[in-house]
Structures are given as structure tokens and as C-alpha cells.
């Protein structure tokens, strides 16, 4: 499976939009990009995912390049509720459910 | 709709022990995974059951196994526990093993090795 690199730790200030990149340069044509994201304590959570195209639901949206070698999540207007370690997985669509977590980025929203 | 339980939460245990975790999926999903965290490897995928059959395993020694049963409830077993075991075990459900289908994680349980 494709490698996924996050960086370790973010900030970002209440209301504001939080962009979490990600680099995924071997990423091969029939993997998907997944976020997922856990909040202290707590199992992870799924958030979106994505081929090829950007993706919009209601947490946030998935945005993918041409090449699909990286990929951006953004929070539109983060809150303090949003601050947990948000994980950048990779898979191709014959994994079934069997993910690989990488080390994630740790977000911390700030008032 | 009730989410993924698992139980029991926490779990205290010994060197050389075995244990049994059980995870009952949301109503309806028939997929379930298993995964183990700790602080030093982080997020590990252990294995993977649809329609009580085994579909994916990670890199963990035999002493790890698990099983589904005809109501999609799943259970975990590790035998001849050590301290390395000692880990938050996270069940996840999802309707299939598809891809893009949303894998819905429960709360864990916490196991300690001493």
C-alpha cells in the first residue's frame, strides 16, 4: 500500500479554516484516500474519502491534485471540538476494511 | 441506532493469560475489523470478518485470532498474553467490506498486562 506523509502537529485559531495536507506520491491509481480522525480517548472516526475527484460532505472537504500524489482536508470552521489527530489512509479498493495508520497529524484548535 | 459496542471496557490481565474481547457490530453491518493500538506502534489493522469468514489478517503472531459469528457479533482472542500486549483493541463495523464504505469505530477496550 502507498505510504501516506502528514506533518506531526498543527494549530489553528476557532472559526478559522483548518487545511491539513497530505503527501502521498505513490499513491496507485486504484487507491482511495480516506480521513479519518480521533478524538482523545475515543475509536477514530471516519470523515471523507476520495479517487479522483474533490469531495464535499458536511464535516469537510477532500480536495485532491491532478496527479493525486497529495490531498488537503479541510475543516471549513474548525472548533475546539474538531481538535484530534487526523489521519491521512491510503487503500486500494480490493482492501476491503483493512486500513493502514500512519502516524497522523495532531490538530490543536485554539480559542 | 446504537453504535459498535465493545466490551468489557478495561481488562486487567497477566503474563501468560489469555482473553477474549467481544464487539457487537451496528445493526445490520456485516463487516468487522479489529485493529490494537499502542502509544509506541500506534494504529495496527489485526484482521478482518465478513459473512464469518477471515478476509484480511495483519502482522501478528498466531497468538492473535478472532472469529464472527452468524449474528455479525465478533470476538478476539489472544492467548499467552505479554506485556507488549497491553493495548486500546478497536472493533469497527462497516455494511461490507467495500471500498468507500465508512468503517464505524467503537469506544475500545483498554487492556492492561501486568
Known amino acids: 500500500d502507498a505510504k501516506t506523509t502528514q506533518p506531526p502537529s498543527m494549530d489553528c485559531a476557532e472559526g478559522r479554516a483548518a487545511n491539513l495536507p497530505c503527501n502521498h506520491s505513490?499513491?496507485?491509481?486504484?487507491?482511495?484516500v480516506y480521513w479519518y480522525r480521533q478524538i482523545h480517548s475515543q475509536g477514530p472516526q471516519y470523515i471523507i474519502h476520495?479517487?479522483?475527484n474533490n469531495e464535499t460532505n458536511e464535516m469537510a472537504s477532500l480536495i485532491i491534485t491532478e496527479d493525486r500524489k497529495s490531498s488537503t482536508l479541510i475543516l471549513p470552521h474548525a472548533t475546539l471540538r474538531d481538535t484530534a489527530v487526523y489521519y491521512c489512509?491510503?487503500?486500494?479498493?480490493?482492501?476491503?476494511?483493512?486500513?493502514?495508520f500512519g502516524g497522523g497529524t495532531r490538530l490543536m484548535v485554539k480559542p | 441506532k446504537a453504535g459498535v459496542t465493545q466490551t468489557p471496557r478495561y481488562l486487567i490481565k497477566t503474563r501468560g493469560q489469555q482473553v477474549t474481547l467481544s464487539c457487537s457490530p451496528i445493526?445490520?453491518?456485516?463487516?468487522v475489523s479489529w485493529y490494537q493500538q499502542t502509544p509506541g506502534q500506534g494504529l495496527q489493522f489485526l484482521f478482518e470478518?465478513?459473512?464469518?469468514?477471515?478476509?484480511n489478517k495483519g502482522n501478528f503472531p498466531g497468538r492473535f485470532s478472532g472469529r464472527q459469528f452468524s449474528n455479525s457479533r465478533s470476538e478476539m482472542n489472544v492467548s499467552t498474553l505479554e506485556l507488549g500486549d497491553s493495548a486500546l483493541y478497536l472493533c469497527?463495523?462497516?455494511?461490507?467490506?467495500?471500498?468507500?464504505?465508512?468503517?464505524?469505530f467503537g469506544p475500545g477496550t483498554r487492556l492492561t498486562v501486568l
Open positions: 469497527a463495523s462497516s455494511s461490507t467490506p467495500s471500498e468507500g464504505d465508512e468503517q464505524f
Open positions: 505513490t499513491i496507485s491509481g486504484n487507491e482511495y
Open positions: 476520495g479517487l479522483k
Open positions: 489512509i491510503v487503500s486500494p479498493n480490493n482492501a476491503g476494511n483493512m486500513l493502514t
Open positions: 445493526s445490520g453491518h456485516r463487516s
Open positions: 470478518y465478513f459473512s464469518e469468514t477471515q478476509r
